[in-house]
């Protein structure tokens, strides 16, 4: 990577490694040391490769897509267990406006199995079809939809303070949160290599830049 090219990096990295990060939260289940090295993970192929990507935001999510996949996959048909304790307000809150609810989702999506929440993210933060999360899961569109369905109703039920996932996103709704107003392209170059993770941890929040170096 040449000068010029380091600091265009530098600058992608700067405009978008929060948004890329508030991905990352909830894919790895709101477990901020194992976001930032999911995205830490991601940025670095993107720097080996940079002269050869056309829309390096779509190419470092689906790098975080693909590393998530590994994880749950490495699991094999292990039962999951989640020890992350409710989020304070779960259960009886008296909904006090967005910004809780969002903390609450956010929480309540650490709760479900690491395919559920990968499933979740990326059909409804992500906005991803079906059939795109079928091809990254390397499973069936039936699949994706009974995983949704089993997802959505275990979501609302730790969350009943929001009865409308399935509708879209409004403004001020976690959707909104996790994506930004930035529409996504699909990377033009070749998808990139899956990577193993670690497993889950608790909840916590998401906010600071990351920073990589090329």
Known sequence: MDAEDQDVFREFVA???TALLRTAVLLSGGDRHAAEDLLQNALVKVANRWHRIDEPEAYVRQVLYRQQVSRWRLKGRRKELTVAEPP???A???GTGAAELRLVIRGALARLTTRQRTVLVLRYFEDLPE???ARMLGCSVG????????SLARLRALVPEWGALDEPAGPDSPHAEATGSQARGRPTTPAPPSDDHRGDASPASAGT???VRP
């Open 131 to 133: 059939a795109e999360v």
């Open 143 to 150: 699949t994706v939809r009974s995983t949704t369905h089993r």
């Open 209 to 211: 830049p990351v920073e």
């Open 88 to 90: 304070e307000g779960a």
């Open 92 to 94: 009886g809150g008296d």
């Open 15 to 17: 405009n978008r490694s």
